[in-house]
């Protein structure tokens, strides 16, 4: 059985501009501003670690936890009014995965309920057998556990899976959980280091076949 696990933000949706700019709203109403390139280096974090980082980083008041629930209330105060587009072929991707007897997951280190909305937006709530979050595991990425712990729900063994990621941070934690890696180089995602990835592309419409094989094949 072929098994792929897709990340979220930057993979499925093209969602990093979104999570931007609201981030940078929060951090503005603390009188802090993030650079385009700071923010690029928080791609693909789990979102408790990401804001142990801010805190230290930016001397914040208040303990990591706290942060970030102000984040989630806001982000989900404002993200109604948000569009978030699909990143381009990925819907072909997922329906040619499908037909060719291809098991779909979504492991992300988004909230569970961030991933419920941008999935609903999206339309890909159907194509997925499981869906995992950083609230669901001790550590988020680049740690290797969220991967980890969709390998344990289908009970089979790590090696079987290959992921898709657009973020250093993902890349490592799929290598970590001994999966191979298809890194996606999304402009949107910033100049991230996907080198650790067994695949490089620029674009799920330009997929070739081979590629294809690639990506579904079982590891040795």
Known sequence: MKHVIFDMDGVLVDSEPIHMQILGEVMQAKGVHISREYHFGLVGMGALMMWEKLQKDFKL??????????????????I??????????????????????VRLSLGSS??????????EKAGLSGYFDHVVSSEHVARGKPFPDIFLRIAALYG???????VIEDSTNG???ARAAGMKAVGYRN????????SLADLLIDDFEEFTPEQMKMLCRVNG
Do not use: C, W
């Open 80 to 101: 109604g009014e948000r569009e978030v587009p699909l990143t381009r072929g990925i819907t072909d991707l997922l329906d040619r995965l499908k037909a060719e007897g």
């Open 156 to 162: 089979i063994a790590p090696e079987t899976f290959v």
């Open 61 to 78: 008041e208040g303990g990591a936890a706290e942060l970030l629930e102000a984040h989630k209330s806001y982000f989900f105060e404002v």
């Open 187 to 194: 402009p949107n995602s910033g100049n991230q280091d996907l």
């Open 171 to 173: 890349v490592k934690a």
């Open 110 to 119: 988004s909230p569970v309920r961030l991933i419920e909305i941008f999935m």
